[in-house]
Nanobody, 124 residues
Framework: QVQLVESGGGLVQAGDSLELSCAAS????????MGWFRQAPGKEREFVAG????????VYADSVKGRFIISKKVATNSLYLQMSSLKPEDTAVYYC?????????????????WGQGTQVTVSS
């Protein structure tokens, strides 16, 4: 499995922007997909966005389309999530995930490696 470490969470106000980062190590980082999930209190973990490491194809949850951008930096094996126009309902623990495959899945069952999570809190 690949080791994933998230950073960048924090407390922001509604309408603000925030960028999350995820550093990957352990695997040879190719032929994988990486994604962001989030889990709000009392709710199940849900897919936010994913990206194919080789082709850069991106997939977004409807709830974040137009507000969040997922990207990667191959040179540093890093994954990012640029979040804009944040809403209180975006408050959650955000997790970075990875799996050795090429198609971006939206189920947490499709990802074998997970980071420890980073808290994002959006106040109204």
């Amino acid at each position: 499995q690949v080791q994933l470490v998230e950073s960048g969470g924090g407390l922001v106000q509604a309408g603000d922007s925030l960028e999350l980062s995820c550093a990957a190590s352990g695997w040879a980082v190719y032929n994988i997909v990486m994604g962001w999930f989030r889990q709000a209190p009392g709710k199940e973990r849900e897919f936010v966005a994913g990206i194919g490491w080789n082709d850069g194809r991106t997939v977004y949850a409807d709830s974040v389309k137009g507000r969040f951008i997922i990207s990667k930096k191959v040179a540093t094996n890093s994954l990012y999530l640029q979040m804009s126009s944040l809403k209180p309902e975006d408050t959650a623990v955000y997790y970075c995930a990875a799996d050795r495959r090429t198609n971006v899945g939206q189920s947490e069952l499709e990802y074998a490696s997970w980071g420890q999570g980073t808290q994002v809190t959006v106040s109204s």
